[in-house]
């Protein structure tokens, strides 16, 4: 069986510098046990054959026996390996906790976590959450969204970014400088009131935020207008009855401009008398 000093050269695939590095007290050293080891050990195999997977559950299990200060090291290197950048800085941190070997030394382990963690340093992303107010902005993130502003946690690569809100036609901006293994966060907001300025033909929904209303036409009942048509011909005929029967007009015994007037209005309101009897019957 592979000493442990082989167990943890192997996963670090870099040999291991003593240098002076401030440790926590982790007392005297301890003897693991051989399930502890042997389970280390099938671990490291694991990680050289690129099963990632199956070396997480065998390094989990060996802890699951006791902790040791090497298995967290191997632990959070597959954590590394495996792109889960923040489980691999918790086990780093808990290998300088842990119960400890006498080889390699405490010493020894403690310069293997500075250097995998100078690693995530360069090479992991960081988170971004942004609080909008309201909630109903819509993100974008640099050139991706619209997302949803809900506080969660956005990973993003390290690197600055322009986080902006939109909503009804209003906008609010700010920048936000992602860093790796690190939190940034920004918040936007936008005053509902001037989005509703611009957006007129809105009220106010339930929530008390800014709805868009939409209303169909109003529609005159087909029956209405009928009756309107119907009202409207008789009148005009009635018109015309009362012209017909002027007597200077009926009895000069002359046709004359004002004999036509009455046949017009004859004309006109029996055409709107029909109509407006074609729409009631529809």
């Known amino acids: 069986m592979p000493k442990p000093t082989q167990l943890l050269a192997t996963i670090a695939l870099a040999s291991l510098v003593l240098i002076s590095t401030p440790l926590f007290a982790q007392g005297k050293p301890i003897v693991p046990t051989a399930g502890q080891l042997e ?47 923040y489980k691999a800085e918790r086990h780093f941190g808990l290998a300088l906790d842990a119960p400890a070997i006498d080889n390699p030394t405490p010493k020894q382990v403690a310069a293997t976590v500075n250097k995998y963690r100078e690693e995530l340093a360069q090479s992991c992303p960081g988170k971004v959450v942004v609080v909008c107010e309201p909630a109903t902005i819509k993100l974008f993130v640099g050139d991706e969204g619209p997302l949803p502003c809900n506080g969660e946690e956005l990973v993003r690569a390290p690197g600055d ?113 029909v109509y407006g009897v074609m729409l009631l019957m529809d």
Request: hydrophobic share 45%; glycine share 12%; with cysteine.
């Open 39 to 85: 389970l280390n050990e099938q671990g490291v195999e694991a990680v050289i054959a690129g099963n990632l997977p199956e070396a997480i559950h065998l390094f989990e299990a060996s802890l699951a026996l006791g902790p040791l200060n090497i298995t967290h090291v191997n632990l959070g290197r597959a954590y590394q390996r495996f792109g889960e950048c």
């Open 161 to 273: 970014y322009l986080v902006r809100g939109e909503l009804d036609g209003q906008l609010s901006e700010t920048s936000v400088n992602v860093q790796p293994m690190k939190t940034s966060r920004a918040k936007l907001s936008i005053s509902v009131s001037a989005a509703a300025a611009l957006n007129p033909g809105s009220s106010p929904s339930e929530g008390g935020l800014e709805t868009s209303v939409v209303r169909p036409p109003h529609v005159e009942p087909a029956a209405n207008t009928g009756l309107y048509w119907l009202g409207g011909g008789g009148g005009v005929m009635l018109a015309g009855l009362a012209l017909d029967i002027i007597p200077a007009s009926a009895a000069n015994g002359q046709y004359d401009a004002l004999d036509f007037v009455p046949l017009a209005l004859y004309a006109v309101g029996i055409a709107g008398v």
